[in-house]
């Protein structure tokens, strides 16, 4: 009777035991680096620094803190609201994200710190699962090449870039599903996997695409092979027909994995159509980046972190260049596997020293920072290849083996040397030329071992080439240990960069504390932004409708309004950091408080009052009084309004409220200044504000510029600067302010009492030119007052508000274009009394849309673009795959029938074979019987004739 035991019942637990010995032994040495770098839950201090806590940590604390799927869909926590589900699938997707759901906000930074060690001893399995698979081998070897993976210095440089890393993950079963693919015919684990690692980094997960197409391309070839026909005794070329069909299975579940992961690709590509960064174009001319020399450089030990475009992270084991060698010289590897996997090694590597090549591993853009940001795929195939050649040991003969460790020392002191114009490497530790020698030694020794007992069993090889390969493992892990403490400790961005978990675990407390005391509610919207909330997206900590914006995914359009508003960017295109101190800008995009983290602001605008004073856990709150609702009446004008690069700070909030009231409107009117002394600098003039430069006459000085004014009414005045660097001085009667340039394009001076004198200095340390360009205002006070209740009279009064849908009721004296300070990507639609109305853009960012008189009742609704058509693609890729799946399947059932059928007739043949050898051999005896009888019988004759003769 069949057993119908489960599989997993049956496992043998000591099949398991390399995976835990594996875990463990990546586990231990991440402890030990977390320890020596005092990283929680070991010590004070955190893995999250760098735009792990500027950009994404945020984003992962808005994700766990939404309440609602709209709000995981869209969000109101920065730049006007942006497309949070695009956004994720960038950042957020990671599994261990959405795990963050359920752990407290007091441990939510050691939750981080653990998952990163967690994720190291995961990738150490999954690469010795594939390396297991390759080689179907249980060398020790095996173990020590899959830790040296989970601890490349790619895992350990880009620990910050946690969504990332999911990918070292994911990978290394996708290659083992690639190879099921073409060997087994069995496409559940690619399709899954690659899914899996798309879904989770769409940017990372287009990487791994590539290559996972390069490696099916050098693989899938070897079907082709030459055999000998055991009955006819005839070499044949075989396997075109199986080439051609795994080409044809590959498309097709390649195309399914796509379509299940569709609910991500196709919103977050129509997402990164709406960025700046889509409108980058590639490399103009063919360039080498070095020599090869160089690249191979960056794997040698002691090599630095590089977060910069100066390197490549690709080191993964100082023994890859011992071991690789013996993978291209080991008999066991079938020569066409060898010429295959050399072409997709010179590919990966060319493709780190190419800009073209590179520009298309990195989405067809290049990044600005953070370089190489696919090359564990090349640390991940130099394993494969390593694993490869230490596990096959029956290939290697002492011949083989002499030569392969020759080549690979020969490599080492090349590469170490330096060839060309790349110098010598200076850097390699003292223990790199003996672990490498030694390794060498062992392995050469361990063969002739093997020649002097190859009469012996198998058996006793066996426990030989352990011993040896275990040898190797544990000097491979040495050195990965090794190096891991050695360049842990270099500073800067060159080593383990961490940052204080206790400051930021209270900051991150104090933030969410903090908005959940003043965010609006599910009935009422209105914007709060942080001033110093120790990250640039203070408004995803704190779960307030905010404006200050980081992400990769902004739409380039709310960029663009923003930054021609005067608003401070951080990094160019894709981040805005919100400037506080202008009343109409705050008002016009309805932002009701501040939150004075850093305590700087030390000052009340007009409009506005003292909510809370600063206590000793809670910050200073100030609210707007003259905050507009998210949707108000504004004039046609607006429509014809248009942005350019022109940062002309107040000058330009003048024009925007001018284009929404439908006249000139200025509250903010400029100031002459009474002089204007350029100390030591020649001041270029001229229309155009990003050619206006200043020179330093004396190169060795610092730029000073002195400008004078007096005040022509008592009133709040205001400065809008064209400086790109340094500070300004402002100091007047009871005023005395320092203002960076760097923190936007405008600034709050103070109160002046009419006729009061104000002086501003500008200075910089370390230029000599730049831009230069001041101008000072006052607010007219009365010419907003008027213009705010001319557009708060026309808002909306919201009665419900989430993530994905706004609410409210609107009364209106005449037919009216109202303006909704969000961002249009696609996604609004308007409906007024239940019917949807035409909407359309105004300064290519709100939406605008028309609404007759009198009371109406206003939704609008945001859906993702690309979300719908998304889920559909996606449902149907799952039907598809479960089809074939179930035609597959039949397929191996009938190809196994034929293959056994196959079998059965080569077996019967060459049975048929040997019965006729042996009839043969009878019939031979026989005959050789009959002639032995006869010659008997011939004998006897000859005897009896004797007798007879001597009878007579």
């Known amino acids: 009777m069949k057993n119908k035991t ?40 955190s893995v999250l620094c760098m735009d792990l806590w500027g950009q994404y940590f945020p984003m992962y604390v808005n994700n766990a803190n939404a309440g609602s799927i709209s709000e995981l869909l869209h969000s109101w926590n920065g730049a006007f609201g942006y497309n949070n589900w695009a956004q994720s699938a960038y950042y957020c997707n990671s599994i261990f994200i959405l795990l963050m759901k359920f752990v407290p906000a007091a441990k939510l930074v050691k939750a981080l710190d653990i998952f990163c060690l967690i994720k190291i001893a995961l990738s150490s399995v999954t690469c010795l699962g594939a390396l297991r698979y390759k080689t179907k081998s249980q060398s020790p070897a095996l173990i020590g090449a899959a830790v040296c993976y989970s601890l490349c210095a790619y895992m350990i440089a880009f620990i910050s870039q946690f969504m990332w890393t999911d990918a070292l993950i994911y990978t290394p079963l996708v290659i083992i599903g690639i190879e099921k693919l073409i060997h087994e015919r069995k496409p559940l684990l690619y399709v899954i996997t690659l899914a899996a690692t798309i879904i989770s980094s769409f940017y990372i997960g287009f990487a791994v695409c590539i290559f996972s197409a390069v490696y099916f391309i050098t693989h899938f070839i070897l079907c082709i092979r030459l055999t000998k026909d055991p009955v006819s005794q005839k070499y044949r070329i075989v396997g075109f027909g199986d080439a051609l069909i795994s080409c044809v299975r590959f498309g097709i579940y390649s195309l399914i994995a796509g379509a299940l992961s569709a609910f991500v690709i196709i919103p977050v590509y129509m997402g990164i159509t709406n960025t700046l960064a889509s409108e980058a174009t590639g490399p103009e001319k063919f360039e080498w980046y070095g020599n090869f020399t160089k690249v191979l450089q960056y794997a040698l030990p002691s090599q630095q972190f590089f977060q910069e475009y100066t390197g490549v992270n690709i080191y993964c084991g100082l023994l890859v260049f011992l071991a690789v060698p013996l993978y291209f010289t080991n008999k066991m590897i079938r020569i066409p596997e060898r010429i295959f996997s050399a072409l997709m090694l010179v590919f990966l590597t060319a493709s780190m020293n190419c800009n073209y090549l590179n520009y298309v591993w990195h989405g067809f853009h290049f990044p600005n920072q953070l370089p190489g940001r696919w090359v564990f795929l090349f640390s991940l195939y130099l394993i494969l290849l390593a694993g490869q050649g230490l596990a096959n ?62 009469n012996k069993s ?8 352990h011993v040896c390969t275990a040898a190797v493992a544990c000097m491979m892990i040495f050195d990965i240990s090794k190096n891991l403490l050695t360049v842990s400790k270099y500073e800067g961005n060159k080593g383990f960069q961490s940052a204080d978990e206790v400051t930021y675990t209270e900051q991150l ?43 990769s995914t902004m739409n380039g359009n709310a960029f663009t309004f923003l930054r021609y508003m005067g608003n401070r960017v951080y990094a160019d295109k894709v981040s805005s950091v919100y400037t506080l101190c202008s009343p109409v800008q705050n008002s016009l995009f309805g932002l009701k408080y501040f939150i004075d983290y850093s305590g700087n602001i030390g000052y009340v605008l007009p409009g506005t009052i003292v909510k809370e004073t600063a206590a000793e856990e809670t910050p200073a709150i100030n609210e707007n009084t003259t905050a507009l609702p998210i949707a108000y009446a504004v004039s046609d004008d607006i429509l014809s309004f248009r942005t350019d690069d022109q940062i002309r700070g107040l000058e330009n909030h003048n024009l925007f409220l001018s284009a929404l009231c439908g006249e000139e409107t200025t509250p903010y009117i400029r100031v002459e200044p009474d002089n204007i002394d350029p100390v030591n600098v020649r001041l270029d003039e001229g229309d155009d504000l990003n050619s206006r430069y200043y020179y330093v006459e004396d190169g060795s000085a610092a730029p000073h510029i002195v400008y004078e004014y007096t005040a022509p009414k008592s009133g709040f005045y205001f400065l809008s600067h064209n400086f790109r660097a340094g500070s300004l001085h402002v100091t007047a009667f009871n005023l005395d302010r320092t203002v960076e340039t760097g923190n936007g394009a405008f600034a709050f001076c103070g109160r002046l009492e009419e006729g009061g004198q104000m002086k501003i200095e500008f200075t910089a340390e370390n230029l000599s030119m730049g831009c230069h360009g001041l101008e000072v205002y006052y607010m007219d006070e009365q010419i907003w007052d008027k213009a705010s209740k001319q557009l708060k009279s026309g808002g909306i009064k919201v009665t419900s508000a989430s993530g994905t849908k706004i609410k409210g009721d609107v009364e209106l004296d005449h037919d009216s274009l109202m303006l909704m300070t969000a961002v249009q990507d696609g996604g609004w639609k308007i409906y007024c009394d239940g019917k949807k109305v035409e909407t359309m853009t105004a300064a290519d960012v709100f939406p605008v849309f028309r609404v007759p008189s009198g009371k109406h009742e206003l939704v609008m609704k945001y859906s993702v673009p690309g979300l719908n058509i998304g889920l559909i693609i996606s449902l149907s890729g799952l039907g598809a795959l479960l089809v074939m799946l179930l035609i597959t399947g039949k397929l191996r059932k009938k190809a196994e029938e034929k293959a056994e059928a196959e079998k059965k007739r080569i077996e019967e043949a060459l049975l048929a074979a040997e019965n006729s050898d042996d009839e043969d051999d009878s019939r031979s005896d026989e005959n050789e019987s009959d002639d032995e009888d006869s010659d008997e019988d011939d004998e006897d004759s000859d005897e009896d004739d004797d007798e007879n003769e001597d009878d007579e």
């Open 6 to 45: 489960p599989k997993l019942s049956r496992i043998n637990p000591l099949t398991l035991l390399p995976y835990v010995i594996t875990a463990v032994i990546s586990l231990v040495i991440g402890v030990i680096v977390f320890k020596a770098k005092e990283i929680a839950p070991f010590g004070s201090r």
């Open 393 to 454: 040991y029956k290939g290697l003969t002492i011949i083989r083996t002499v030569l392969g460790s020759g080549a690979g020392i020969a490599l080492f002191h090349f590469t170490v040397k330096g060839q060309g114009k790349t110098e010598k490497y200076e850097d390699l530790p003292s223990y790199a030329w003996p672990v490498i020698i030694a390794s060498a030694a062992v392995i050469v020794v361990g063969s002739v071992v093997a020649f002097i007992i190859r």
């Open 458 to 465: 198998d058996k006793a090889k066996n426990i030989l080439w």
């Open 509 to 551: 407390v104090r933030h969410i504390n903090n908005g959940k005391r003043i965010a609006s509610g599910k009935n009422d919207f209105y914007r709060v932004e942080a001033n110093g909330g120790f990250t640039f997206n203070p408004s995803m900590i704190d779960n307030c409708k905010g404006m200050g914006y980081y992400s």
